[in-house]
């Protein structure tokens, strides 16, 4: 076919050749987010930047899960001044949970400089922030790019907002209710991500196996996006301990593409705050549920959420916690000071810093000689791992695994394990 004489819209050669440049805080929910703001930018032609300073526009994608996270947004967006200044075409928008929590009123105000204020809930509007600011989108589609991880990995988002009300979490409030997607949407979005050489996808979800959407329930959802063609592993985050089934336990058994991990957060051993939190178990009852998943799939990795510091948590409760990383067995553990969310009295953090800080810094010290055994566990043992370059790869267990010989990104290999050193399995292929 003749080329027109003329680059038309659409055509790559009437692309403004511009870049943006997008930080993300927060969860992989925000991450995959972003790649959904990179994907409506590429579409007009922009390129992604890892520099600020050759950017046509900045995306701050803001997260406020702990005063912290809210802290360190605030500060970005204040140094955007300075881009704006030498760059007054330039464009800026604010994006994501900080942003719901703050509004555009507040946020415009404090920062004049900022184009676009659009909150977590209306994520989806995205695309008129972009009209106003840049025009219609020439081109309709666009293939996707897997920023945050490996290109084997693509993050596929099942549901949004949660409908839980755990005591400290902010989240239902900047994100909104659940809102499942359907299975259609999930399956197409799935696929095109495995056609563009995605080998595993990350099912994304605040409570993701609380999923269903019409008959469809989080077990058929999983049954549906394993028989995809091309798919090597599956993997699913995060789930919340009440809503495991037998179905569930069911197809982990039989599936070895549903990764032999599940991060699954705890936040506390004692029971008195997991009441308090409004967790809905207790820590036998997680346990118990932990042993049943790994007696279907034996050595199942898990990994979990502690918060040190809730309002009220003693010395005992703390022990509780830390008899739980022990029994647990986990093989990773995030660990968060309590920030308080809310002015409600009740929700203050009332243990003293210097002891909070203690505290964490015994949390971390048993999860990471609780982890290094588990890690340890592994040492000759046959992992199947999926390389992401010729030498580095992780296993189903979610262990990275480093290797001498080379072998092919985004192949599945055997891997003889031989030693473990802090956060990582060394072997051989044999
Ligand atoms: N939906 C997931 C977790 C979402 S937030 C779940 O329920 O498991 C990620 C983690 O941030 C939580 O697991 C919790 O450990 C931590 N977190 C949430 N709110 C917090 C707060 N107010 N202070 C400290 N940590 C918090
Ligand atoms: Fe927050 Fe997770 Fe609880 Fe939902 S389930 S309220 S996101 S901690
Ligand atoms: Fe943060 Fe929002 Fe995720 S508050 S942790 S980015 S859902």
């Known amino acids: 076919m003749q080329k027109p ?16 440049f997008i930080i993300t805080f927060g969860c992989q929910m925000n991450e995959a987010d972003s790649e959904a703001i990179a994907a409506a930018f590429r579409r007009r032609g922009y390129a992604l930047t890892d520099e600020i300073k050759k950017a046509d526009a900045v995306v701050v994608n803001t997260c406020t899960v702990r005063q912290k996270a809210e802290d360190k947004a605030i500060s970005q967006i204040g140094r955007l001044r300075v881009w704006k200044e030498k760059r007054p075409e330039g464009n800026i928008f604010v994006v994501g949970c900080a942003a719901q929590k703050l509004g555009g009123k507040y946020l415009k105000n404090r920062f004049p400089f ?11 509007q995205f695309e008129d922030a972009l009209i106003t600011q840049l025009g219609p989108s020439p081109e309709a589609e666009t293939s996707h790019q897997n920023i945050y991880r490996s290109p084997q990995t693509a993050y596929v988002t099942i549901m949004r907002g949660c409908s839980l009300k755990c005591s ?27 056609k563009a050489g995605a080998k595993e996808i990350v099912l994304l979800g605040q409570t993701v196996n609380a999923y269903r959407h019409g008959k469809t329930t989080f077990a058929e959802l999983l049954k549906k996006v394993l028989a995809l063609p091309g798919l090597a592993r599956l993997r699913f985050m995060s789930p919340h301990p009440v809503y495991f089934d037998k179905a569930f336990t069911a197809i982990l058994k039989a599936e070895p593409k549903l990764a032999r991990h599940i991060h699954l957060p705890v936040q506390s051993g004692s029971d008195r705050i997991l009441k308090a939190m409004r967790r809905g178990y207790t820590a036998k009852e997680y346990l118990a549920l932990i042993a049943g998943l790994r007696q279907a799939a034996p050595g199942l990795a898990v990994s979990t959420d502690f918060i040190v510091g809730y309002p009220g948590e003693t010395e005992e409760d703390f022990q509780a916690t830390l008899a739980l990383v022990a029994a647990g067995r986990f093989s990773m553990a995030y660990c968060f000071k309590y920030s308080p969310r809310t002015d409600r009295p009740e929700m203050k953090a009332d243990i003293p810093e210097a002891e909070l800080e203690k505290r964490l810094e015994r949390l971390l ?59 990582t399995l060394n072997g051989k292929l044999p």
Do not use: H, M, W
């Not at 499942?180 to 999930?186: C, D, K, M, T």
């Open 114 to 124: 900022v184009d676009e204020v659009v909150g977590a809930k209306a994520i989806d």
């Open 365 to 423: 010290a048993a999860v990471k000689t609780n982890s290094l055994l588990v890690l340890k566990e592994r040492i000759g043992k046959i992992e199947e791992v999926l390389f992401e370059t010729e030498t580095y790869g992780r296993a189903s267990g979610n262990f990275a695994v480093r290797v001498k010989t080379a072998a092919a990104p985004g192949r599945l290999e055997k891997v003889l394990i031989a030693s473990a050193e802090k956060n």
């Open 5 to 20: 004489e003329k680059p038309q819209n659409g055509d790559p050669r009437s692309r403004p050749n511009k870049a943006v």
């Open 168 to 194: 400290y979490c902010i989240v239902p409030a900047v994100r909104g209710p659940a809102v499942f997607l359907s299975p259609e949407a999930i399956l197409k979005d799935a696929a095109g991500k495995l």
